[in-house]
C-alpha cells in the first residue's frame, strides 16, 4: 500500500519523493540525536537599551548534526512540528533552561530570565503543566524566571484545551509572552482571554522603522496596546543605533537583535554576561 503511494507521488513530482525520504530520515534521527545529545541551546541576550543592562536571554535552539554540521531551525522545525517531535524538542529545552537557572541563581545572577520557544502544539499535550511542574520541582528555580515564548504564527485550533493548559501553566507562575505578535492569526485572541505579560515586537517592523511610516505606526500601536494591557515589550531583530533610536522614541527599552548580541554558546554568553553592568 505504501509503496503504491511513494511511486504515485514519484510520477507527479520526482522531487517529492526525494525530500519525502529526506523527511523520513530526519524524523527518524531526532531521537537518536536527542539520545545522542546533539542538540544545543544558544542564548541571545535582551539588554535595557538605556543601561545596557541584560535582563534575559532567549534559548535558540541548534542541531550539532554529525554529517550535516550545525543545523539552525529553520532546517528542522517545521519537520519536527509535523512528525510529533517538537514537544520532546520543547521538553528538553526547558530542562536545559532550567538548569542554566539554577547555576545562575547559584552565581548569585538569580534575576536574569530565559525565554523558551514553545510551540503551540505543545499545549495540547495533558502533560505538559504537569511536566513543567516537576522541573520546577527538580530545579527548583522560580517559575518567574523562566518565559514561554509562543508563537502567533502557527493557527492553533480554537481549542479547550490549550485555553485551558496555557492557564494552568500560568497560574504555576510562567510568564507567557507573544512572540512575532502581529503577524499571525489570533493576537487579539490571547490578549483578551488570557493575561499575557510580554508581546516581542517582530523584526519585520523593526526592520523598517526608520523607512516606512507604516511600520512605525504599527509598532507604535503595539506599544500602546501592551501598556495599556500592563505587558513588557521586547523589540526583535534590533540590528542597528537608528533603530533602537527610533523604538527608545516610541517607548520600547527592551532589545534583543544583533546590534548588540547574535545568538551564542552558553560559555560566550558567561562571559559577555560578567563584562556588562549589573
Ligand atoms: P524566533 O523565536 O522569532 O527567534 C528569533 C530569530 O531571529 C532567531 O533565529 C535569531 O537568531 C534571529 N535573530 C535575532 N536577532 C536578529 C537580528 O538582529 N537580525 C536578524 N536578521 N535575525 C536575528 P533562529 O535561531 O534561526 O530561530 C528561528 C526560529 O526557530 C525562531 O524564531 C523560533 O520560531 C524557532 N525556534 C528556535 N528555537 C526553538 C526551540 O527551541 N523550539 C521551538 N519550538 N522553536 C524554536
Ligand atoms: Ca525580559
Ligand atoms: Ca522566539
Ligand atoms: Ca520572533
Same mark, same amino acid.
Given at each position: 500500500?505504501?509503496?503504491?503511494?511513494?511511486? +504515485?507521488?514519484?510520477?507527479?513530482?520526482?522531487?517529492?519523493?526525494?525530500?519525502?525520504?529526506?523527511?523520513?530520515?530526519?524524523?527518524?534521527?531526532?531521537?537518536?540525536?536527542?539520545?545522542?545529545?546533539?542538540?544545543?541551546?544558544?542564548?541571545?541576550?535582551?539588554?535595557?537599551?538605556?543601561?545596557?543592562?541584560?535582563?534575559?536571554?532567549?534559548?535558540?535552539?541548534?542541531?550539532?548534526?554529525?554529517?550535516?554540521?550545525?543545523?539552525?531551525?529553520?532546517?528542522?522545525?517545521?519537520?519536527?512540528? +509535523?512528525?510529533?517531535?517538537?514537544?520532546?524538542?520543547?521538553?528538553?529545552?526547558?530542562?536545559?533552561?532550567?538548569?542554566?537557572?539554577?547555576?545562575?541563581?547559584?552565581?548569585?545572577?538569580?534575576?536574569?530570565?530565559?525565554?523558551?520557544?514553545?510551540?503551540?502544539?505543545?499545549?495540547?499535550?495533558?502533560?505538559?503543566?504537569?511536566?513543567?511542574?516537576?522541573?520546577?520541582?527538580?530545579?527548583?528555580?522560580?517559575?518567574?524566571?523562566?518565559?514561554?515564548?509562543?508563537?502567533?504564527?502557527?493557527?492553533?485550533?480554537?481549542?479547550?484545551?490549550?485555553?485551558?493548559?496555557?492557564?494552568?501553566?500560568?497560574?504555576?507562575?510562567?510568564?507567557?509572552?507573544?512572540?512575532? @505578535?502581529?503577524?499571525?492569526?489570533?493576537?487579539?485572541?490571547?490578549?483578551?482571554? @488570557?493575561?499575557?505579560?510580554?508581546?516581542?515586537?517582530?523584526?519585520?517592523?523593526?526592520?523598517?522603522?526608520?523607512?516606512?511610516?507604516?511600520?512605525?505606526?504599527?509598532?507604535?500601536?503595539?506599544? +500602546?496596546?501592551?501598556?495599556?494591557?500592563?505587558?513588557?515589550?521586547?523589540?526583535?531583530?534590533?540590528? +542597528?543605533?537608528?533603530?533602537?533610536?527610533?523604538?527608545?522614541?516610541?517607548?520600547?527599552?527592551?532589545?534583543?537583535?544583533?546590534?548588540?548580541?547574535?545568538?551564542?554558546?552558553?560559555?560566550?554568553?558567561?562571559?559577555?554576561?560578567?563584562?556588562?553592568?549589573?
Amino acid at each position: 500500500q505504501k509503496l503504491g503511494n511513494r511511486k +504515485t507521488r514519484a510520477i507527479y513530482d520526482p522531487h517529492m519523493y526525494e525530500q519525502w525520504e529526506e523527511e523520513m530520515h530526519s524524523e527518524m534521527n531526532f531521537g537518536k540525536g536527542l539520545d545522542m545529545n546533539e542538540f544545543r541551546l544558544f542564548y541571545q541576550p535582551q539588554v535595557e537599551s538605556l543601561t545596557h543592562k541584560v535582563t534575559g536571554v532567549e534559548a535558540l535552539i541548534r542541531w550539532q548534526h554529525p554529517e550535516k554540521g550545525l543545523l539552525m531551525p529553520g532546517a528542522f522545525i517545521d519537520i519536527a512540528e +509535523t512528525t510529533g517531535f517538537i514537544t520532546q524538542i520543547g521538553e528538553w529545552a526547558v530542562s536545559q533552561a532550567c538548569r542554566q537557572l539554577k547555576s545562575w541563581e547559584q552565581q548569585g545572577l538569580g534575576s536574569l530570565t530565559i525565554s523558551v520557544n514553545i510551540s503551540p502544539r505543545h499545549f495540547l499535550h495533558y502533560y505538559f503543566p504537569a511536566f513543567l511542574n516537576s522541573c520546577i520541582e527538580e530545579y527548583n528555580i522560580n517559575p518567574a524566571n523562566l518565559i514561554i515564548e509562543i508563537t502567533e504564527n502557527v493557527a492553533i485550533e480554537d481549542s479547550k484545551v490549550v485555553e485551558l493548559q496555557i492557564q494552568k501553566v500560568q497560574e504555576m507562575g510562567f510568564p507567557i509572552s507573544i512572540d512575532d @505578535f502581529g503577524t499571525g492569526y489570533s493576537a487579539f485572541i490571547y490578549l483578551q482571554r @488570557f493575561s499575557i505579560q510580554e508581546v516581542k515586537i517582530d523584526r519585520q517592523f523593526v526592520s523598517k522603522i526608520e523607512t516606512d511610516v507604516k511600520s512605525r505606526a504599527i509598532v507604535r500601536a503595539i506599544l +500602546t496596546l501592551a501598556k495599556s494591557l500592563h505587558m513588557h515589550t521586547v523589540a526583535e531583530g534590533v540590528e +542597528t543605533i537608528g533603530q533602537l533610536k527610533r523604538l527608545e522614541e516610541l517607548g520600547c527599552f527592551e532589545i534583543q537583535g544583533y546590534y548588540f548580541s547574535k545568538p551564542v554558546p552558553i560559555e560566550e554568553l558567561n562571559s559577555w554576561l560578567l563584562a556588562s553592568p549589573r
